[in-house]
């Protein structure tokens, strides 16, 4: 299946998404902040970054911005509990791809596979 890194500082979360994702046979890859999810994305080779938007030591909009400075070409996924457009607007701005929201569905793993998908065919 998919190579998944996913960002989120909440362990509880963490744990819950990463199980789910291995359950669906994923390899998953954890950081807790933007700013190791940036390294661990730019040193490794991913089909999908997963990654929450507020996060203290660095959040999502700073970590998908530098990760496309740094020319990041692989998928970035906003998650967010935020609906709103504004926080939905900033997140592409940042350079994440698409956005998906949280607490996450029934369907999230399909949603996942969905976007990688697309993704690969683009």
């Known amino acids: 299946m998919a190579k998944i890194l996913f960002i989120d500082d909440d362990q509880a979360i963490r744990e819950l998404i990463t199980l789910r994702l291995q359950i669906a046979g994923h390899e998953i890859d954890v950081a ?5 999810g ?3 994305a730019l040193s ?3 089909d999908i970054v997963l990654m929450d938007m507020h996060m203290p030591v660095m959040g999502g909009h700073e970590a998908a911005t530098l990760l496309r400075n740094h020319g990041y ?3 970035i996924v906003a ?3 935020s609906v709103m457009i504004s926080e939905t607007s900033r997140a ?3 350079g994440c791809n698409d956005i998906l929201v ?3 569905s029934e369907k999230f793993e399909e949603q996942v596979a969905a976007l ?3 993704h690969v065919r683009s």
């Open 32 to 36: 807790e902040n933007g700013k190791t």
């Open 38 to 40: 940036s390294e661990i």
């Open 44 to 46: 490794g080779s991913y």
């Open 73 to 75: 070409t692989g998928l």
């Open 79 to 81: 998650l967010t509990a």
């Open 92 to 94: 592409i701005t940042s």
């Open 102 to 104: 949280k607490p996450i």
């Open 116 to 118: 990688i998908e697309s």
